[in-house]
């Protein structure tokens, strides 16, 4: 029944990891695009500051001492923030194959992009390679996964089997052993090869 169950869990392992490369690969071209978006917001932002004879960080403070702009201050702040970090995951995400990219899903974590892609996305056979590979480690990891967790669940049914306490030799205690029993053959009484006297009585 264990077996049925882990061979069950890597198939859903396998199902669903295979699906992995082509959900990459739409995160990406979304990542891409609000990227594109921040980056003209940021662009933006940049050039009005200049306007008024201020860097970015100068227009921040200028707009964090207006209690007005305060929470405008905080927006941009947020909306700098988020570029730099979807504009360094999107660097090395593009570097990297479909099979690295299983190994970076802290790359992979913006909410409203993954929410997205989530939305749009349609499950399908995977015939790339990637999408191979991905289903083979599915299937051993959720095999491992379902029996690591069956085995820790069933445990406490387990019985213990008795240990056999091993068996003493007699010479280690001192003690000569027996001789061995023999059966005792029958006796067979044997003929005399010398004929009796006649009138001899026996």
Not at 77 to 103: F, Y
Not at 133 to 162: D, E, Q, S
Request: include cysteine.
């Amino acid at each position: 029944m264990i077996r049925v169950l882990c061979l069950a869990g890597g198939i859903a392992g396998a199902a669903g990891l295979s699906q992995f490369p082509e959900f990459s690969q739409q995160y990406l071209q979304r990542l891409g695009g609000q990227v594109d978006e921040l980056s003209r917001q940021v662009k933006e932002f940049d050039a009005t500051a200049l306007q008024d004879g201020l860097g970015r960080e100068e227009m921040l403070e200028a707009m964090a001492a207006v209690p007005l702009m305060q929470g405008q201050e905080a927006m941009w702040r947020r909306t700098i923030a988020r570029h730099a970090r979807l504009s360094e995951n999107l660097m090395v995400l593009r570097d990297a194959s479909p099979i690295e990219r299983m190994l970076m899903p802290h790359r992979m974590a913006d909410t409203d992009t993954f929410q997205a892609v989530w939305q749009d996305f349609t499950p399908a056979v995977p015939v790339s390679t990637a999408g191979a590979a991905a289903a083979g480690t599915g299937f051993v990891g959720g095999w491992v996964i379902f029996g690591a967790v069956l085995g820790m669940l069933t445990m406490p049914f387990r019985r213990a089997r008795p240990k056999r306490k091993p068996a003493r030799p007699t010479a280690a205690l001192g003690v000569k052993a027996d001789p061995p029993v023999r059966k005792p053959e029958p006796h067979v009484e044997q003929q005399s090869h010398i004929r009796p006297l006649a009138g001899a009585k026996r």
